[in-house]
């Protein structure tokens, strides 16, 4: 499978800002690494000489506090850097502002939120090219239909299957639950959501890093009973690609990741490995759509399943559904089953499922554009 190559546009940005919001949440979110006690959201907007707009998202939930400061490095570092001059395409935006930040990112040491405030900027680059040519992106991008396949994510300890059911009553037909808090607990959690959902629906877990080598192998038998998709992040996704292999020798699952990859040379190791069934890149994170179109080409090739990874607001949500949609193939799109209202009130047409499956339509770009104002209302009376 080779996916077509990226559309070449010029792009000339003129004004780039970056809104923050945060949403206090009543039911916190919790994963084995930690838990987040509001939902924040980074959202971007270019508007280039011509007044044409498009918009992104930075990744920015842990920790949370980090939401404004990735905002100040798209205001301050990236913004007078992408204005600075004309592109030939998003791409060499891209390249440049890596390029000219790569140094300040180790001086700094902070090469993640560099990375992700680059994606932000990519991201609403790419839609802004879309809107400009009045095409959705997936079209825009070389995709030939809307549909995707979505799953249900993030989805708590605490009684999980009073969440599946809800899900599951709005159209969803997949899911994905975290685990790594304990093996009982873990264990009777899958048997809960596994009888409820019956043997066929598409289930999956989420470790969130939490296990050593021997505590994955040793989960990995009981886990294996349940029929599961994949299993995501069983291991720290900076232990050497031998411990994944072990564990991959060891277990018949699945394993994904992907979410903690950055770069190039990032994603070629981890493809190289074989330990992975599932890549799982996030747009938001890292790459933007410039730098994860040719990881998710590569992946492709690779007979690998892209399955976006994607848990914050709706903008690079819609972004991660256009994106899935125009590289095709099998995967799915995550979507957070957790109250986010900073996603709900964005995410458009994935709103609305049927039998697991969304359309993204015609509407240019990603398909929706932020009212800041009733956005941040929304947002400040929580959920
Ligand atoms: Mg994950």
Known sequence: MTLPR??????????IEAFVFRCPISTPVRTSFGTMHDRPAVYVRVEDADGAVGWGEVWCNFPSCGAE?????????????????????????????????????????????????????????????????????????????????????????DRPQDVVAARRAEGYAAFKLKIGFGRDRDLQNLAAVRGLLGADAPLMVDANQGWSLDEARAMAPALAEFGLGWLEEPLRADRPWSEWQQLARATGIPLAAGENVMGHDGFDA????????????????????????????????????????YLGGGLGLLASGHVLAAAGGDGILEIDANPNPLRTELMGPLAHLREGEASLGEAPGIGVAPDLRTLGAIAARGC
């Open 6 to 15: 990226l559309p070449v546009a010029p792009v000339r940005p003129a004004r």
């Open 69 to 157: 400061h990735r905002a100040r490095l798209v205001e301050t570092v990236m913004a007078p850097l992408a204005t600075s001059r004309a592109f030939a395409s998003p791409m060499e935006a891209f390249d440049f502002l890596s390029a000219r930040t790569a140094v300040l990112a180790i001086q700094s040491g902070e090469p993640g939120p560099m990375a992700q405030a680059i994606a932000g900027v990519d991201l609403a680059l790419w839609d802004l090219c879309a809107r400009r040519a009045g095409q959705p992106l997936w079209r825009y991008l070389g995709g030939t239909r809307d549909r995707v396949g979505v799953y249900a994510s993030g989805i708590n300890p």
């Open 270 to 309: 981890a493809m190289d490995s074989g330990t992975l069934a599932v890549l799982q890149p996030d747009l938001a994170k890292w790459g933007g759509i410039s730098g994860c179109w040719p990881v998710i080409a590569r992946a492709r090739e690779r007979g690998l399943r892209y399955c976006p990874h």
